[in-house]
């Protein structure tokens, strides 16, 4: 029977490479977290994994990982949700390192989340399941 790896690849910062290196996020803030001083106008999608397990006889991590997308007002906001979904699942099979993403589906689209933190803030939140097979 397999047996967890001694140490699991951090998925949160997989993702965050992975959105942050495509072209059609360019200048958009991609982290785990806000950058200080954050007011949620900025263009931002910050990456959180909220949940998730590991299927020991599949050797398989599976985490719920949820993008936050902020934009200056809610048009854009929505628009850089979508185009932070489409670059996420287009990562299937994606190998970083020793590490391969071997499925993402989403689990909750973009649904409009007021931010009440950022009373300023236009925020759409979306949550993947994200299939890690670790070395």
């Known amino acids: 029977m397999p047996s967890p790896p001694s140490v699991f690849p951090d998925v949160q910062a997989l993702v965050v490479d992975l959105l942050a290196d495509r072209s059609e996020l360019a200048g958009v803030i991609v982290d785990e977290s806000p950058p200080a001083g954050f007011d949620g106008t900025a263009k931002a999608v910050l990456v959180s994994r909220v949940g998730g397990a590991w ?38 099979g994606t190998v970083r390192g020793t590490t ?12 409009w989340l007021p931010d009440f933190v950022r009373p300023r803030a236009s925020r759409y939140v979306s949550t993947f399941r994200i299939s890690v097979r670790p070395a």
């Open 100 to 111: 391969t993403l071997t499925d993402i589906t989403e689990a909750d689209g973009p649904r």
């Open 55 to 92: 299927i020991d006889d599949l050797h398989l991590d599976q985490p719920l990982v949820e993008l936050e997308v902020y934009g200056p007002d809610k048009t854009t906001a929505h628009t850089l949700a979508n185009t932070a979904r489409a670059a996420l699942l287009a990562a299937t």
